[in-house]
Nanobody, 118 residues
Framework: QVQLVESGGGLVQAGGSLRLSCVVS????????MGWYRQAPGKERELVAT???????NYADSVKGRFTISRDNAKNTASLQMNSLEPEDTAVYYC????????????WGQGTQVTVSS
């Protein structure tokens, strides 16, 4: 059973920073692309940033220059450093990962709340 567990959410003032972490655990052969998505109240889930196993990175335009995604393949983790946070960044943030066990599957974490006050 593969599990993704996020941590690091919380309440921060506008202009502040938070760092989210995601660890993949369980039985698997490999981890492919990992990413962060977010869902604000009343809105659809949207991509924030993704990173492939080779380190190729993609960001949503709204977070470019403020957020940095990284991963540690040896520790099966991905992180999202969020700087210059804005109230519009308030959302539940979800970790996503492609994991290989009996074929490749996409897994999601349970989500972590990020609230940015003005």
């Amino acid at each position: 059973q593969v599990q993704l567990v996020e941590s690091g959410g919380g309440l921060v003032q506008a202009g502040g920073s938070l760092r989210l972490s995601c660890v993949v655990s369980g039985r698997f052969f490999g981890i492919g692309a990992m990413g962060w998505y977010r869902q604000a109240p009343g809105k659809e889930r949207e991509l924030v940033a993704t990173i492939t196993s080779g380190g190729d990175i993609n960001y949503a335009d709204s977070v470019k220059g403020r957020f940095t995604i990284s991963r540690d393949n040896a520790k099966n983790t991905a992180s999202l450093q969020m700087n210059s946070l804005e109230p519009e960044d308030t959302a539940v943030y979800y970790c996503n990962s492609q994991v290989s066990y009996a074929g490749w599957r996409t897994y999601w974490g349970q989500g972590t709340q990020v609230t940015v006050s003005s």
